[in-house]
């Protein structure tokens, strides 16, 4: 069964700097793709970042240059770096995988889902 838990939200300024995790377990194949995803209130949830299971990046338009996906070699720890964040940035982040392929960062293209982690940003 696979399970996946955020952490790292905070409250930071604006212009600051965070980095979420998610570690994951039961991933039990090499190719899971693994993303992020925010939801803030009365907003759809919205696709940050993906990684494919041969490490290929892709980001939402929003993010680019600012945050960077990254997964550790075991694929047991989905990492976030978040830079140069706004106001805009806040939300619930999520955790998402699925066995690849998947339609990168459409929400109903993956399985498992963590609880989220809240991130606030103070302008």
């Known amino acids: 069964q696979v399970h996946l838990v955020e952490s790292g939200g905070d409250s930071v300024q604006a212009g600051g700097s965070l980095r979420l995790s998610c570690a994951a377990s039961?991933?039990?194949?090499?190719?899971?793709?693994m993303a992020w995803f925010r939801q803030a209130p009365d907003k759809k949830r919205e696709g940050v970042a993906h990684?494919?299971?041969?490490?290929?990046?892709s980001y939402g338009d929003s993010v680019k240059g600012r945050f960077a996906i990254s997964a550790s070699d075991a694929r047991d720890t989905l990492y976030l770096q978040m830079n140069n964040l706004k106001a805009e940035d806040t939300a619930m982040y999520y955790c998402?995988?699925?066995?690849?392929?998947?339609?990168?960062?459409?929400?109903?293209?993956?399985?498992?889902w963590g609880q989220g982690t809240q991130v606030t940003v103070s302008s």
């Open positions: 998402a995988a699925d066995i690849c392929p998947v339609a990168i960062l459409t929400p109903s293209s993956y399985g498992y």
């Open positions: 039961g991933l039990t194949y090499s190719t899971y793709c």
């Open positions: 990684i494919d299971s041969d490490g290929t990046t």
